[in-house]
């Protein structure tokens, strides 16, 4: 057993207590996005009734205020991951915009190399696949029949390699990649490393430090957070050799119409009125998560994630395809034979349960690795039980029952 009190914790969560289509909730779409405790929930109540003005630039007791909340959250962040200062943490919308930011401000010259992998969602993919018509070389690093990435690319990497990115975890197989590894052989070459933390982050202890990464991305809706709050850490020293990403509001020293000089970061990167909101709802997500552990987190991830893919195993009617690579999250990536991922995920709904179906937003992974149109999946995290995978199992049965 683990550290984790889960029926005490859902207490938290009001829309665990739901009925979907008469039945009760069990949500298994985790790695889309997760739920979100009272604590969030009221928190972000709090913040419009006491705290909100736009921050930054008034100098009025409520606009310092929420200028508090910001540079409060960013704190918060910055110690969750490690970070040195606050002035590392960036705040982005999510991942995605995270990993645009550095494919549009770092300075890329025809002839680079950006090395991404064939695992990655699309928003690790497309931002690197944009740069190609500016000269810029884009490798797709493979993975073997594990599902792991192939790391002797990274012990024979291009002298033109100047930006190395990858997940720390999958969002179809759950392969954990052995981040620090690449980071070290990466750095040996002098290129950066980016490592998108979309499916770590809110699963276990990310210490940037550690990693020594230069750049991680992360969205605040995944990990308990309100949606449209997004990080991006970038490594002191990096940000200052940096392009602005959007032009406009708060970014700027002096703005004449000859000369505009440009804001430090992280003021730099982020333009226009902040989201004080999601930055202070994320904050409370980071609170939440901190004092249940991170460690216990993944623990009871761990232990969910063995219990269903030995139960998933022995079901005749399913393929899966995660676990086996030799580090993995909870996530799992399954089909139940003859029957459209669709489909599946239409008839675990009827029994309320909430799994995603289709390419995850990784196409090329599914297709070329996989060899399929899509896949099913269920993403656990720290309010799941024992018990609703066992209702998830009977129900995969039964949708067996159904075809015969
Ligand atoms: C590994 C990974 N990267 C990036 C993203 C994109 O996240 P967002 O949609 O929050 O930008 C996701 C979302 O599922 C993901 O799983």
Redo the contacts with the bound molecule.
């Keep these: 057993m683990n550290g984790l009190d889960v029926g005490k914790l859902r207490e938290d969560f009001p829309i665990l207590k739901k009925k979907i289509n008469g039945k009760e909730l069990i949500y298994f779409d985790n790695?889309?996005t997760t739920q979100k405790p009272t604590q969030v929930i009221d928190g972000i109540k709090y913040f419009y009734e006491n705290l909100n003005a736009n921050p930054l630039r008034s100098i009025h007791t409520l606009a310092e205020k929420s200028t508090k909340a910001y540079i409060d959250a960013k704190e918060k962040i910055a110690k969750f991951i490690n970070a040195d200062s606050p002035d590392e943490i960036i705040f982005t919308k999510?991942?995605?915009?995270s990993i645009n930011l550095v494919s549009f401000s770092l300075r890329f010259k025809p002839g680079d190399r950006v090395a991404t992998t064939m695992m990655e969602?699309h928003?690790?993919i497309l931002p690197w696949l944009r740069l190609k018509p500016y000269g810029i070389n884009v490798d797709l690093v493979d993975t073997d029949e594990n599902l792991e990435l192939d790391y002797s690319y990274y012990e024979r990497l291009p002298d033109d390699i100047k930006l190395v990115t990858l997940?720390h975890?999958?969002?179809v197989s759950g392969t954990i990649n052995d981040v620090e590894k690449v980071v070290k052989l990466t750095h040996e070459k002098g290129a950066l490393v980016l490592i998108?933390g979309?499916?770590s982050v809110p699963h276990m202890k990310v210490d940037v430090k550690k990693i020594d990464c230069d750049f991680l991305a992360f969205?605040g809706?995944?990990m308990l957070g309100p949606m449209g709050i997004?990080v991006l850490y970038i490594k002191g020293g990096i940000a200052e050799k940096m392009n602005p990403f959007l032009t406009g509001g708060e970014m700027i020293k002096s703005v004449r119409l000859d000369n505009v000089i440009y804001a430090d970061p992280p003021a730099l990167f982020e333009a226009g009125t902040q989201n004080v909101e999601g930055a202070y709802g994320l904050g409370l997500a980071v609170d939440y998560l901190s004092k249940i552990g991170m460690d216990n987190i993944e623990a009871h991830e761990k232990e969910l994630t063995e219990y269903a893919l030995k139960k998933m195993s022995s079901l005749d009617n399913v393929e899966v395809y995660s676990g086996k690579s030799r580090n993995f999250g909870a996530i799992i990536s399954f089909e139940v034979k003859g029957l459209h991922p669709h489909d599946v995920a239409y008839l675990l709904d009827r029994e309320g349960i909430a799994v995603r179906s289709g390419f995850h937003?990784a196409q090329p992974f599914i297709e070329q690795k996989l060899k399929q149109h899509g896949t099913a999946r269920a993403s656990f995290y720290l309010y799941n039980t024992h018990e609703e995978i066992d209702r998830f199992i009977e129900a995969l049965k039964t949708m067996n029952k159904k075809r015969s």
């Excluded at 999510?94 to 915009?97: K, M």
């Design positions: 790695a889309a999510n991942t995605t915009e969602h928003s690790n997940t975890e999958s969002n998108d979309a499916q969205s809706h995944k997004g937003c």
